[in-house]
T-cell receptor
Framework: AQKITQTQPGMFVQEKEAVTLDCTYD???????LFWYKQPSSGEMIFLIY??????QNATEGRYSLNFQKARKSANLVISASQLGDSAMYFC??????????????FGTGTSLTVIP | DAGITQSPRHKVTETGTPVTLRCHQT?????MYWYRQDPGHGLRLIHY???????DKGEVSDGYSVSRSKTEDFLLTLESATSSQTSVYFC???????????????FGEGSRLTVL
């Protein structure tokens, strides 16, 4: 079974609108971390936001927020007020187990976001 | 910045030749990873290391070997490159910068390998 599933290969959003990128995960470990990365066309991988499995509140980082629904095993990324520079590939990832135990990280297949002027 | 350097950044080689990619870090991080990125597959773990001479296989380790003789260097070797190993290879380290206990991966710039 896939550890991380991103079901939207491509998404379009109008500039200044909000957009939600979907991510579901699969683990039986009670301790895990969820991450979102952005990969612009230049190719570098940029860390955006983190959510720990025990965190009570949804993570936020500027215009990024993570809609964490533990029972549904979903960790959707919400980008508010989209900008042209948000056009990129977005990857959801999961670390199983608590940090510092030699964990593996699992990545989804990514969602390509295009912001339309 | 965590200070990861990958080399070479671009390489074209022929089937059957050996290739070594180098990942160098400057901040003494314990955990290092090699991923490959292919369209439709996202990033897949090849090998990872949790210390000097301590390495383990990831989900796509066949055809690859790694070595870590020093904390700062993690080498990925393709003993006999095949066309299916044409990919972009990313090295990463597990860090925690501005937030406590996040342990996110910080990536190198990537190495684009083409096997003809």
């Amino acid at each position: 079974a896939q550890k991380i599933t991103q079901t939207q290969p491509g998404m379009f959003v109008q500039e200044k609108e909000a957009v939600t990128l979907d991510c579901t995960y699969d683990t039986s470990d009670p301790s895990y971390g969820l991450f979102w990365y952005k990969q612009p066309s230049s190719g570098e991988m940029i860390f955006l936001i983190y959510q720990g499995s025990y965190d009570q509140q949804n993570a936020t980082e500027g215009r990024y927020s993570l809609n964490f629904q533990k029972a549904r095993k979903s960790a959707n990324l919400v980008i508010s007020a989209s900008q042209l520079g948000d056009s990129a590939m977005y990857f959801c990832a999961m670390r199983e187990g608590p940090r510092g135990t030699g964990n593996q990280f699992y990545f989804g297949t990514g969602t390509s976001l295009t912001v339309i002027p | 910045d965590a200070g990861i350097t990958q080399s070479p950044r671009h390489k074209v080689t022929e089937t059957g030749t050996p290739v070594t990619l180098r990942c160098h870090q400057t901040e003494n991080h314990r955990y290092m990873y090699w991923y490959r990125q292919d369209p439709g597959h996202g990033l897949r773990l090849i090998h990872y290391s949790y210390g000097v001479k301590d390495t383990d296989k990831g989900e796509v380790s066949d055809g690859y070997s790694v070595s870590r003789s020093k904390t700062e260097d993690f080498l990925l070797t393709l003993e006999s490159a095949t066309s299916s190993q044409t990919s972009v290879y990313f090295c990463a380290i597990s860090v925690s910068r501005d937030r406590e206990n996040t342990g996110e991966l910080f990536f190198g710039e990537g190495s684009r390998l083409t096997v003809l």
